[in-house]
């Protein structure tokens, strides 16, 4: 199992970025794929989930701005995040659980003027 986030990068507030996870090693069309996010010296906090047939779930903290899509023909999830905020800065991974967790490289979002 293998999951490869990328797509961050420096944003200002207000801005948009739009993450992706390719995924493989697994059936990904049958598997539920969540997002994570996680900022030095903060626990590891869950974002949102895309669900096999594309039903999203997402945090309180991020719902309203930020939407997930999934591509199971390219094994692939997105993440678009909009109106992004400075508390929005962290690490992002994505993650499948398939008999345990398996998590991507993450990839890093700051939001900064």
């Known amino acids: 199992v293998q999951l490869q986030a990328s797509g961050g990068g420096l944003v200002q507030p207000g801005g948009s970025l739009r993450l992706s996870c390719a995924a493989s090693g697994f059936s990904f069309s049958s598997r539920a794929i969540n997002w994570y996010r996680q900022d030095p010296g903060k626990e590891r906090e869950w974002v949102a989930e895309?669900?096999?047939?594309?039903?999203?779930h997402f945090a309180g903290s991020v719902k309203g701005r930020f939407i997930a899509s999934r591509d199971n023909a390219k094994s692939r999830v997105y993440l678009q995040m909009d109106s992004l905020k400075p508390e929005d800065t962290a690490v992002y991974y994505c993650?499948?659980?398939?008999?345990?967790?398996?998590w991507g490289q993450g990839t890093q979002v700051t939001v900064s003027s």
């Open positions: 895309i669900m096999p047939a594309g039903e999203t």
């Open positions: 993650n499948v659980l398939i008999s345990r967790d398996y």
